[in-house]
């Protein structure tokens, strides 16, 4: 059975940082692209940001320089470490496995980023 367990959200002040942990297990291994992707209500989901095995990322404009996305191959986990976080990255935050037609999604993890 394959799961992605995100954690690591929270209430942040503006300016400040948090680091989200995705923990990957059953059938995803390295050939996965893994990738964060937020929500806003009412808004479509958007991609944050995405890493292939290699190391090789790709990031949203609006995180670029901020945000940080990494893997950890042994452990099957991937990181976002977000800094000089904004109120506009408010959303849950959704880890993604995706290998050719399949996909996997967590469950969520809220970033609420507000003084």
């Known amino acids: 059975q394959v799961q992605l367990v995100e954690s690591g959200g929270g209430l942040v002040q503006p300016g400040g940082s948090l680091r989200l942990s995705c923990a990957a297990s059953?059938?995803?291994?390295?050939?996965?692209?893994m990738g964060w992707y937020r929500q806003d209500p009412g808004k479509q989901r958007e991609l944050v940001a995405t890493?292939?095995?290699?190391?090789?990322?790709n990031y949203a404009d609006s995180v670029k320089g901020r945000f940080t996305i990494s893997r950890d191959n042994a452990k099957n986990t991937v990181y976002l470490q977000m800094n000089t976080l904004k109120p506009e990255d408010t959303a849950v935050y959704y880890c993604?496995?995706?290998?050719?037609?399949?996909?996997?999604w967590g469950q969520g993890t809220q970033v609420t980023v507000s003084s």
């Open positions: 993604n496995a995706a290998y050719r037609l399949t996909t996997y």
């Open positions: 890493i292939i095995s290699s190391g090789s990322t």
């Open positions: 059953g059938s995803i291994d390295i050939r996965y692209t």
